[in-house]
């Protein structure tokens, strides 16, 4: 209860009073897991002032016995995040750099809810996508997302997306136009990247969070993401941000110059990505599955497949507390005409300490990794990750 | 009314009580346009953090067939103001930062105001220059400035300035001594820039805003500005910082090597540049045209001249809701010995739909860009702008 | 007294109505020296967003007739910091970063204290190391650091470390591990940069602050760190961060490549710093001397020694406002196998004008520095800088 509410109480002051003081009090103060939170009487203008830290601290013991083994404090991330609504609830705005290492900017984007099923987004975000990629990076069950993930994102791009949600987030769609050369990059030709997503929740909402909360109603998601690219030289020479793996990492796009782009694949060269996943969770359980694969189809020569997927559970020993995982991710590029071949694997074993949820939390895994192209390149990484909200 | 207000018109606390309880509440709000505002309670110290951002669509159809035409979604501006006074009312400070790409560093100031008619300011701001670019980026009549200011403003500069106001803020002047090599840079010797400027308004207080806001009140504004400087070897070895668009584009320095410099100009060049503007604006009608006027002065060779203006009418045909805009600019350098040479004009036609005044407001224009010196160079450009203060 | 205090008295509201009032009020204020500052009212959770800003003009009549002298205004520092604690009063954190010219990430970390004397602290932040280095540059008697500490510092660098206090600070103590190639760098092999520090404060616990406060009570504080570290051609190779001024500047390891480093030191270069000071305050006299010895062995041929001193003294003829200093400071390193010679020493006076002690400053200083190695290297420097928190 707040002193306005005790004074109404007593009958010192009015209803009618206790309303006009409440209409003009301070309305900022700290709150866990968001910062500071001021608001103005009638909510239509709110703004949020935190962000999250990930303290690393990793051992890699590297295969090869031309490579020295490494021990490696890092900054993994620090978040600086300004969000909230202006002018109406239905107005909203976020703001996200990442202070690591210098200055990164992330998100920056509004949107306004025309309706509960209908909102659009305009500005700097993740387009819609595989859900672990969706998933923030403060709400993974492991330190780092998975290796297909990392091999078939589309990271952050600028744009504008409709979104929505129908029947209580039965079903929620996402359909967006972007730039398709990744973030903080300007469009060098009139090209565009679409990008569109549905998931299924037949048990209700199913929150972007991999961990698996003490919860006795079981929940399931099923998505399937969809998106579609054409590349041609002027992008290749135009720097593409490397936020973008599917170019950068999948395709290895990075890695040929504007001319060679062209001698390689003609005037351009399109690509398809599908993903889909299952997620469930019910008393501490967690279960998460997802398939990538994409198609590339250069104007000259044959088009080419490459493909993906990561398995991973955990349970919850002590409700809130302690969390076991075990994952399983691989990936395969290995047509003749590939752009990329690969042919890897990675299994992972992890603890995670929870002090508050995702606010403070201390993460460790064990990763083996398998290259059956590369001799020498069985690599086993221990990571322990210090994660926290301020 | 507060609580405070209501308990003591309630007889329930003493007007001591009142002044005691106010003098130790917490004075953090949420403040539309400004952010989150803190103070002491004798106001005596005040910090603010806030910004705005521009979220910006381009489609730029290029003459050139040569050339792709563009869609581009891009982070125009997002910035991040700490501003606010310390130890006393009259010690003010400001920096603001932009985080739309990275980090880059642009206001960062102190200043004193020992009287009204005299406040010094120190640390890296905007120089006394032209009014358009004097007046922020979040109030202007059209999405981005005139042809003219893009050619011969100064930027930011750092240095030293001296400014004040005679009989409310008919006359206004500022002067000041700066390292004239723009932001972020040191100075690799002696020589400075020394700009000045005086604006008279003779009915009264003129703000720095290009939107022709509802008022039976005519107001105009008179102004002239001045800059020098003098340009040796050591500033273009030393890189000024590309900001100074008289040294960057004018002059096209840039462009140059410092042994360049020297072979073609000799030991220095000496650049005196002079705007004049005048603006005014009644029952929505909002008016603005400056000319600007620059004199090169090598110390080989002849000296030459290089010319801009812009000539700009709004009107809010739905006061403080709807605005229609129009400007014309051009630019010529054409003298034999020029180091840049242009002639070049722009005609734009825009729509201006406000939310909010300036803290929320969509800015839509169509810009025909017409280039006499190169061929297949007259592009078409619409733009369209979201902008809003959090 | 607050309106709850107030209240209370009266009889308005009871005790516990008055804990209840207070648990639900907004706990967020302007503090100055601080900033805004937000706390949950168990005072478990505090996050404090502020920092201190430098805007500097330096005049520099250099010996040498072919340099320029130099006139330049400078943003020397902006520094935006964010910390606080989480969960508990005990699990604190802090954030860092320079904003005067984009942004550099300096400190990045948390600590979690067990006992008063037992802190664990993990992330990036100064390693144990000098007094004039760990004292915050906000907090010294003269514009800049002494020419011994620029020459023999550590900067920053990412680790872990252990601190504590023995007997009300009598004896404090902290020794880290650390990647040893500076900050936001990755370690490029397993070795490990280690230091430690004893400060011993016989009359009770001394601040790190260089000021000469007005007390009648004497200070002493008698300090000694010590810091080891191996480099091999990785950490060459690697592009070691400069902020570390003993790799940087003592040992000029920056000037060489990988393979030179090989040839000329072999497999690798073992060097241990070892630094004393002797630091005193008395009815507004302050006294600080620091001497730093470091010793370079590489695998390949002589070990060399380099040395460093600055002995700093300075008074407040009106306490709290106006303060002289002096100082003298020398390097030496000529041994024939030295990777860095120099025989540098530097004489300063300096005047500080204080408005609110460190939180509002102005500082000026005259400093002659003496080069013997180089021959008209004798240049005469002037500095004005003034210093605020926000």
Redesign the interface.
């Known amino acids: 209860?707040?002193?306005?509410d005790?004074?109404k109480e007593?009958g010192?002051?009015t209803a009618e009073?206790y309303a006009?003081?409440n209409k003009?009090?301070?309305?900022?103060?700290?709150q866990?897991g968001k910062?500071?939170v001021?608001?103005?009487a009638d909510g239509n203008?709110?703004?949020q002032?935190?962000?999250y830290?990930q303290?690393l601290?990793t051992?890699t013991d590297f295969d090869s016995q031309a490579k020295?083994?490494?021990?490696?404090?890092?900054?993994r991330r620090?978040k600086l995040q300004?969000q909230?609504n202006?002018?109406s609830k239905k107005?909203g705005?976020k703001?996200q750099?990442d202070?690591?290492?210098?200055?990164?900017?992330e998100d920056?984007?509004?949107n306004y809810e025309f309706a509960a099923p209908f909102t659009l987004q305009?500005?700097?975000f993740k387009p819609a996508q595989a859900r672990q990629e969706l998933t923030s990076a403060s709400r993974q069950l492991f330190p780092e997302r998975s290796l297909a993930n990392d091999t078939f994102n589309l990271g952050r791009d600028?744009?504008?997306e409709a979104s929505g949600d129908i029947a209580g987030k039965l079903l929620e769609y996402r359909v967006g136009l972007?730039?398709g050369n990744g973030p903080?990059t300007?469009?060098?030709?009139?090209h565009?990247m679409l990008a569109g997503r549905l998931d299924f929740n037949p048990l209700g909402e199913y929150k972007m969070d991999e961990a698996g909360w003490p919860s006795d109603k079981p929940k399931l998601n099923l998505g399937v993401s969809s998106a579609w690219s054409k590349i041609s030289e002027?992008d290749v020479a135009g720097n593409f941000n490397r936020d973008n793996d599917v170019m950068d990492v999948a395709l290895n796009l990075d890695g040929l110059t504007a001319a060679n782009f062209t001698t390689s694949f003609g005037n351009d060269l399109t690509w398809l990505l599908w993903t889909t996943n299952l997620n469930a969770t019910w008393m501490g359980i967690s279960f998460a599955s997802e398939y990538y694969h994409l198609n590339a189809d250069p104007d000259l020569g044959d088009d080419w497949n490459a493909d993906g997927y990561y398995v991973q559970a955990g349970y919850q020993l002590i409700p809130s507390k302690l969390e076991l995982g075990v994952r399983y991710s691989a990936i395969e590029s290995d047509d003749s005409t590939a752009s990329a071949k690969f042919d890897k694997s990675q299994i992972q074993g992890g603890v995670n300490y929870y002090?508050?949820k995702h606010?403070?939390k201390l993460q460790a895994d064990f990763t083996h990794v398998d290259d059956d192209l590369v001799a020498d390149n069985d690599d086993n990484i221990f990571r322990l990750q210090?994660q926290?909200?301020?």
């Not at 003009?24 to 700290?30: D, H, I, M």
């Not at 020295?68 to 900054?75: A, G, M, Q």
């Not at 202070?99 to 900017?105: A, E, Q, S, V």
């Not at 300007?186 to 009139?190: G, K, T, Y």
């Open positions: 209860k707040t002193l306005e005790i004074l007593k010192v002051i009073e006009e003081a003009n009090k301070s309305l900022v103060s700290y866990p910062g500071i001021a608001e103005s203008y709110r703004a002032i935190g962000g830290a303290l601290y051992f020295d083994d490494t021990s490696d404090f890092n900054i620090f300004l909230g202006l002018v107005f705005y703001f750099g202070m690591k290492n210098g200055f990164t900017t920056a984007f509004i305009f500005g700097q600028l744009g504008i972007f730039s903080n300007s469009n060098p030709d009139n565009h002027a002090f508050v606010n403070a210090a926290f909200s301020y």
